[in-house]
């Protein structure tokens, strides 16, 4: 049902565990219709001062494909400025872990959406401070 | 690789005994049960035979079984045929919330073909309390249906009790025993029921064969209408070889039921009080209303879906009730008529066990089991409790399961 890419990122996830001195914090899905994935991470700025994810980790509450597409989003967004990791589509993460069987799509919007909310999360906590 | 199986309440395998029973049945003794001459005649012998080791598992008469292709027709059967035989009576049905899906499912259609169904809770325990029938008959009440033990976490329902009711109020009483038969001593007799669900699978017995006990004075349609076989209850020429197994299934089920299941209840008693050392686990059921084979956990803070692929990897087969692993991405109905929330019966895992399983095989999975859990809290968000990450946080993005 899984391929030998998502069973190993579920196996051997990377990139997991919790962060405490994140910089922007994703908490996507809901308990209550079951999954569940915290993203965290961690900014730094290029060359050019731009915002890229310096450091990434993750959380999940959620099936096998939900695991392993967690860590797969975590690996693809390392090192990504802003605009390029908010690019990242499910289908991309998908694609990236060798697919998903249908019903298990959804799955692989958690982490991307999960990633989305964690640099939302950043840019709300820095204009909060700039206030 | 090791290989334990521990989901015998989804199949177990065929006796070696009742395979050498059905053999003869293939290629040897083909003929036609209805078929007048003599070498048709081994055959209808053969099915006689078998309907009577049948009936005598449940202390039935042999002309009030009804063989079927699986226990899901015998369900359907029972469910259906009495609707459509009382529909001029009445259109009302009461049935568990906790029925197995052949039956809910066919309610469901009957629904859509104007029946009207009333479902009945149960405790936190999975039981359906009896005076809850009481308040829901109506008079145009005209089956009840409650499950025999619940498939999923075994629990067994006061049958006798509620079939008291039924026949006081004159109301066909349907139990479906496809999951409790060759596991606990069934008496259609002492309990009452007019209809009682069997498949044989379940017991050491083929796939594809079922049946279905109908008292005698109970009156139901066929569903399926042809040759009018098995009384006319069932067209269809008879799956002679899997009836045959069906007959030895039950045979030995009787004579050796008393001390398998002995065996079985204190190594699934063990595997408990083991399992139960981890942190935050539950048992999902009743503690001793169960059936002697099965064990139904509840790990919190994790998946179940993630657990079975674990397992899976060390060999070990068992199911989950999690919606992550249903085809309907549905959390378990049984789950969550007992009261659990969503996120809990994301955490459940049952174990049933089968009449040669050993020690060494329930120590294996004790010996795993621990860090597959751990390991997956370790990836989980929630640590310590579900309530303080719920509360306080705007949960973002429309992760449903739909
Ligand atoms: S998280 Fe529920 S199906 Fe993947």
Redesign the pocket.
């Known amino acids: 049902m899984y391929s030998e890419i998502l069973l190993d990122h579920f196996r051997n996830p990377r990139n997991m565990g919790r962060m405490e001195d994140a910089d922007g914090v994703g908490k996507v899905?809901n308990p209550a219709c079951?999954?569940v994935m915290y993203v965290y991470i961690k900014v730094g700025k290029n060359e050019k001062g731009k915002e890229y994810i310096k450091d990434i980790s993750f959380e999940?509450f959620?099936?096998?494909?939900?695991i392993g597409t967690s860590s797969m989003v975590t690996e693809l967004a390392k090192g990504k400025n802003f605009e390029e990791a908010e690019n990242i589509s499910k289908s991309e993460v998908a694609d990236a872990v060798g697919g998903l069987p249908r019903?298990?799509m959804?799955?692989s919007l958690?982490a991307s959406d999960g990633l989305k909310a964690a640099i939302e999360d950043y840019r709300k906590k820095q204009t909060e401070k700039g206030e | 690789m090791k290989r334990v199986y521990l989901d015998y309440a989804s199949t177990t395998p065929t006796d070696e005994r009742v395979v050498e029973a059905m053999k003869p049945y293939f290629s040897e003794k083909f003929g036609n049960p209805t078929s007048f001459y003599s070498f048709a005649q081994e055959a209808k012998e053969a099915v006689d035979k078998a309907r009577t080791e049948v009936a005598g598992l449940i202390n039935a008469k042999p002309d009030e079984i009804i063989f079927t292709s699986s226990g899901t027709e015998a369900c359907n059967l029972a469910v259906k045929g009495t609707a459509f035989r009382n529909k001029n009576k009445g259109k009302h049905i009461i049935a568990s919330s906790v029925e197995h899906f052949a039956v809910l499912e066919s309610l469901k259609w009957l629904e859509k073909h104007g029946f009207e169904i009333t479902y009945l809770p149960c405790d936190k325990s999975g039981i359906v309390k009896p005076e809850a029938i009481e308040e829901s008959i109506r008079d145009d009440t005209i089956l009840i249906s409650v499950m025999h033990a619940n498939n999923e976490i075994g629990t067994l329902e006061p049958i006798k009790e509620m079939a008291e009711i039924a026949e006081e109020k004159d109301i066909t009483f349907f139990s479906d025993a496809c999951i409790s038969n060759g596991l606990v001593d069934i008496d259609v007799e002492e309990l009452g029921v007019d209809l009682l669900a069997l498949s044989a699978h379940k017991m050491y017995g083929p796939k594809g064969i079922g049946a279905l006990f109908i008292a005698k004075g109970t009156g139901i349609e066929p569903l399926i209408h042809g040759g009018g076989q098995e009384r006319r209850l069932r067209s269809g020429t008879e799956n002679v070889p899997s009836i045959v197994g069906f007959g030895k299934a039950a045979d030995i089920a009787k004579k050796e039921m008393k001390s398998y299941v002995l065996g079985m209840e204190i190594l699934r008693n063990y595997l408990i009080e083991k399992v139960l050392r981890i942190e935050s686990t539950k048992l999902n059921g009743h503690p001793e209303k169960r059936l002697p084979n099965n064990a139904n956990f509840n790990f919190a803070f994790i998946?179940g879906?993630g657990l079975i692929l674990e397992l899976d990897f060390s060999g070990i087969s068992a199911s989950t009730g999690?919606?992550?692993?249903s085809p309907t991405?549905e959390p378990s109905h049984v789950l969550t008529s007992i009261g659990l929330p969503h996120e809990e019966v994301h955490g459940s895992l049952r174990i049933t066990l089968g009449r040669e399983t050993k020690k060494e095989e329930i120590d294996y999975l004790i010996d795993n089991l621990p860090g597959t859990v751990e390991r997956l809290r370790r990836i989980s968000p929630f640590k310590g409790g579900f309530d303080d990450y719920v509360k306080g946080t705007e949960w973002k993005g429309g992760?449903k399961?739909v």
């Not at chain 1, 959620?62 to 939900?66: F, K, T």
Request: hydrophobic share 25%; charged share 20%.
């Open positions: 899905g079951g999954d999940t959620g099936c096998a494909a939900a019903r298990k959804h799955c958690l | 998946e879906e999690s919606a992550c692993s991405l992760h399961h």
